[in-house]
């Protein structure tokens, strides 16, 4: 049975799927790791059980944001084409605009910004979509690598719909949403 830690990363490096040593603050790294961090965060967004249909749509996320990082992590696209559940493409970002258009046709017209509050399960939706931004940021920092075409398409989009889902839990739990 391997060991979890394998003491390559004791000095601040780390390898990518091919093999390349980077530094632990690589943009690419940097960018992988705020990919992870926004995933685990949904996580625990599931935690605090926003509806069994928001649930559903998380859990497809957090599949898509694991594939996000491994082709963030693959700077020369060494995984196999026929690994396909590593691969992003324009139907998932068509699918968040489904899911987004869903939830805001039961949410009164947004007239001005809102404060990030409201009930718990919100709340955490509006920290992820930070982290969801920050991770747009790294992303475009990469500047002209393959990944950043559709990756960066959805995770854009990713935001809105965090933003919409936040105020449909608002929504659903009665909580009001506080103008700025």
Known sequence: MSKIYTKTGDAGETSLFDGTRVGKSDARVEAYGDVDELNAWLGLVRAREPGADLDEMLDRIQRDLFALGARLADPRHKIAGRVTKVTLV?????????????????????????LP?????????HVGRAICRRAERRIVALEHAAEADVALTYINRLSDLLFVMARTVNARAKAPEVEW
Request: a negative charge; proline letters at 6%.
């Open 90 to 114: 324009d139907a998932d970002v068509i699918r968040l605009e489904g899911w987004i258009d869903m939830l805001e046709a039961s949410l009164p017209p947004l007239r001005r910004f809102i």
């Open 117 to 125: 509050t409201g009930a718990h399960a919100a709340a955490l939706l």
